[in-house]
């Protein structure tokens, strides 16, 4: 499982998940286990970063130096 930041940042912008998946194209339950550590593909990676209203490049920002 790997560390990210996502709900701190999430929690930041006053977003809900619900919110986030939302405007991210995914389900709640996704956003849910990510922000628990579990691994997500890199297509949903893209999804919820531009779903933050970030660019791809802040991809270390929100999941890490991976």
């Known amino acids: 499982m790997a560390k990210n930041n996502l ?3 999430r929690e930041e912008m006053l977003l809900s998940k619900s919110a986030l998946a939302r ?8 956003i849910d286990r ?3 550590g579990f691994d997500c593909r890199l297509d949903t990676m893209r999804k919820i970063i531009y779903g933050l209203g970030l660019d ?6 929100v999941f890490g130096g991976e």
């Open 34 to 36: 990510i922000e628990k």
């Open 7 to 9: 709900k701190k940042i």
């Open 23 to 30: 405007k991210a194209g995914v389900s709640s339950l996704t």
């Open 56 to 61: 791809v490049s802040e991809k270390g920002r």
